[in-house]
């Protein structure tokens, strides 16, 4: 897999997404968002073509 150009972090994406960190996490354990890429011992993050994909999806999915 390619280095990403950037990462969004759980914050960010709830912050974006409106989802509360318990329901992403949620999600990730049902297998309906992908792991986040570990960055350090204390950091995650998704990688950006992944949160962008998603939410496209979710547009698609509503229209």
């Known amino acids: 897999m390619a ?3 950037r990462f ?3 914050l960010e ?3 974006r997404s409106s989802l509360s960190r318990g329901t992403v996490y949620n ?3 049902r297998r ?12 995650v ?4 073509e992944v949160v ?3 939410f496209a999806a979710r ?3 509503v229209s």
């Open 45 to 48: 993050a998704f990688p950006g």
């Open 3 to 5: 280095t990403p150009d």
């Open 59 to 61: 547009q698609q999915a």
């Open 52 to 54: 962008d994909a998603w």
């Open 27 to 29: 999600m990730v354990a």
């Open 32 to 43: 309906e968002l992908p792991e986040p890429t570990r960055l350090t011992a204390n950091r």
């Open 13 to 15: 994406f709830c912050r």
């Open 8 to 10: 969004v972090s759980i």
